[in-house]
């Protein structure tokens, strides 16, 4: 997505917003685009960005080809500044710097512009050192916020941005995209509930290790069904084994997520909606016999919970022991 | 590009420039170092963005050839392995050329070194220089101008504006004021040949300290150029830029008061020294605090006080008294930084009242101003 018109197909409404705005050159201070992931935030900042420092703007459109469009797509614009997550938060450090560049004149030109990734990320702290700035902005300086989970941003740094909300993506139109991309129906249609992104979802594919991890969900449902004594023993002998890193348990724990939801779709009926099972996998009947409909309800509650916990850090084989005991029960 | 250059010369070029590039900047171009090849000569830059750093060498100077076979070009180098392999070169003279892939090769004698470089598009753009703006005044006094206010700019983020030095150049009289709330410190100096005028400019500090420690003490004139975000400083060979503060420098003038009502004239180096000794016992956390007190005859008393350790007492003798008897306290450190700022054997110091701010000068002297703020004690 690098001009205004491609975002438009896939964003209609925030890039009309946005577009709007540039038009009648009344750019907002600050903006904050919060969307899941894939949905082009990163897209749509960039091309503010570019609006703002073009030199050869044709209408809205940056030209993507001046060394302005150029630097700033390759995050060397000295007068855009990027803030992303070094590892897992935006570390103190890189607040301070922030704060030290507000005071500073721009480098090649009197705007400056600032786009500051995954900005839930930030702590209490953080946030309000960058408050500050949106509070008494100073002359021609452009904050952009993306934000994969809007309700982490703290209330005082929402009300003084313009906040646009980017519309989840449509997902038969990404299976639709992966299809073409010469992927099977039913491996798109995982796909496509796993992730938004193209690329993740064609490389996974490509992965042995994601075919593997998929194979160990279905046992692992089956010998719920079928022995679930022996779960305990599986975890260990190939669950963890095979999960290694903190994404890849992740990643294992979405699958188990996505299979229960399809047990339970098979119990009311909507096996449209499947993505894991095929709808006439003999397993799914026999599944369905032992898992009731309160008991599943319970185990997505019990995944989702081993998500949160997993996020805090809590030592995985604990989460995953204790996930497959609140299963059995 | 293509050019052979002699590695000395280079060498010193790039010693230069090194000292602009940090190697834990956000903008991933400037961890490089960029070289421009035109036919008069080749420029080296370096940039952390705050400050930037051009390097001048001509193709030919005194009828010395330094550059020669030079195709014009430009290429970006990574800077954390290009100065130690000129160093490390065998010959005198070093070849480097670039291919249209951004290839570079580095050439001495029977050494040959390949380096991926990066497009020198993507790296910055320095402001275009205007010499009609500018104005032109030597090396030694700019240093000096800089050592005598420099450290009372404000190390603390909360008013950024504060952390650098306010530059004035009004009525062909260059001033710098730097300020962090409890001290001042002023420097005057009458310029001749300025034809341009600004005022609000504001100059990093650390900017300040950096360009004085790169500027050689030789007897030769700077030029200085202000652009709308950058300011210039150009010797022979180098340029030094700075980005600039942005906000406005709050209004120092009518801070300094002008009357006193006690005045004391005074041997720099004894208050210097004596003060010096007093601070001995003056505690950090209590702001270093020293009393003076005037006791007639041309005496004064310097004391510190801390229960817990103990206390010192000293008089002096000194130039002059007039006015009324005083009692001030102030931070020693003030003092001291203020004191060794003036380089003139005699101060006069100018009080109005124990909770007023007081004024150092040199002697018959008001180019250097020196504004301290006492301490209030019980």
């Not at chain 2, 050329?97 to 090769?105: A, Q």
């Not at chain 2, 580095?106 to 390949?114: D, L, P, V, W």
């Not at chain 2, 060794?340 to 180019?367: C, H, Q, W």
């Amino acid at each position: 997505m690098k001009t205004w018109s491609e975002v438009a197909e896939v964003q209609p409404l925030a890039s009309k917003i946005i577009m709007n705005s540039i038009k009648k050159g009344r750019i907002s201070h600050a903006y904050l685009l919060q969307g899941e992931r894939g949905t082009g935030k990163e897209a749509i900042g960039l091309l503010i960005a570019k609006g703002l420092f073009c030199e050869h703007k044709n209408g809205i459109e940056p030209c993507n080809e001046c060394t302005n469009c150029n630097r700033i797509a390759t995050h060397n614009h000295p007068d855009v500044h990027w803030i992303e997550p070094e590892g897992a938060s935006i570390k103190k450090e890189q607040v301070e710097n922030l704060q030290k560049e507000f005071s500073y004149s721009g480098m090649e030109s009197n705007q400056k512009a600032y786009i500051i990734k995954d900005a839930d990320s930030l702590t209490v702290n953080a946030s309000n050192r960058i408050l500050k700035f949106l509070e008494e902005p100073s002359k021609q300086t452009t904050a952009i916020m993306l934000t994969a989970n809007g309700q982490a941003i703290i209330p005082t740094i929402k009300s003084r941005c313009q906040v646009i909300e980017l519309k989840p993506l449509n997902p038969s139109s990404f299976q639709q995209q992966l299809i073409e991309k010469g992927m099977a129906k039913e491996t798109a249609v995982l796909m496509s509930a796993l992730t938004n992104n193209l690329e993740e979802a064609i490389a996974w594919k490509e992965d042995a290790w994601f075919a593997e991890a998929r194979k160990l969900m279905v046992q692992l449902i089956k010998i719920f069904t079928e022995q679930h004594q022996d779960v305990y023993l599986f975890i260990h002998s190939h669950l963890l084994a095979h999960f290694k890193e903190r994404a890849e348990q992740e990643r294992g724990l979405d699958l188990l997520l996505l299979a229960l939801k399809d047990i339970l779709y098979f119990h009311i009926g909507n096996e449209k909606a499947m993505v894991f099972f095929s709808p006439n996998d003999d397993l799914l009947e026999k599944a369905a016999m032992i898992f009731s409909q309160e008991k599943l309800i319970e185990s997505l509650d019990a995944v989702l919970h081993a998500k949160r916990k997993l996020k805090q850090n809590v030592q995985p084989t604990l989460v995953m022991e204790q996930l497959m005991l609140q299963i059995q029960g | 590009m293509k050019f052979i250059i002699q590695r000395d010369q280079l060498i010193a070029g790039v010693q230069d420039v090194m000292k602009a590039i940090s190697s834990r900047t956000v903008i991933p171009i400037l961890t490089g170092l960029k070289i421009e090849a035109k036919q008069h000569g080749i420029t080296l830059t370096g940039s952390d963005s705050d400050i930037s750093i051009e390097s001048y060498i001509p193709a030919e100077e005194n009828e010395i050839v330094n550059v020669e076979q030079i195709e014009e070009g430009s290429i970006v180098l990574q800077a954390k392995y290009f100065p130690d392999i000129v160093r490390k070169l065998p010959e005198k003279t070093v070849e480097i050329e670039s291919d249209d892939n951004l290839k570079v090769t580095i050439r001495s004698g029977k050494a040959e070194f390949n380096l991926n470089g990066q497009d020198a598009e993507e790296y910055p753009l320095l402001p275009k220089i205007q010499t009609e703006d500018s104005f032109e005044m030597p090396i030694d006094l700019l240093k000096s101008m800089i050592k005598q206010t420099v450290f009372a700019v404000s190390t603390m983020e909360t008013r950024p504006i504060l952390t650098g030095v306010n530059i004035k150049l009004e009525d062909n009289k260059l001033t710098f004021i730097a300020t962090d709330s409890h001290r001042l410190a002023s420097r005057e100096v009458p310029i001749s040949n300025a034809n341009t005028e600004f005022r609000n400019i504001v100059v990093p500090g650390k900017s300040l300290n950096e360009l004085n420690k790169i500027l050689d003490d030789a007897e030769e004139q700077v030029e200085i150029s202000v652009t709308n975000n950058q300011i210039l400083f150009r010797t022979r060979h180098l340029n030094f830029l700075s980005r600039l503060l942005d906000g406005n420098y709050p209004e120092t003038s009518r801070l300094i008061p002008d009357q006193s009502k006690t005045k004391i004239q005074v041997k720099t180096k004894e208050l210097l020294n004596t003060i010096d000794r007093a601070s001995l016992l003056a505690k950090e956390e209590r702001n270093n605090v020293v009393k003076l007190a005037t006791q007639g005859n041309n005496q004064i008393e310097i004391t510190s006080n801390s229960p817990e350790i103990g206390n010192v007492e000293e008089e002096m003798s000194i130039q002059s008294i007039d006015g009324e008897d005083l009692k001030i306290s102030f931070s020693s450190k003030y003092m001291i930084d203020a004191l060794k700022a003036i380089e003139y054997d005699e101060v006069t110091i100018d009080f109005t009242g124990a909770m007023r701010p007081f004024i150092i000068r040199p002697l018959n002297d008001t180019s250097i101003q020196q504004l301290i703020l006492p301490v209030r004690t019980y």
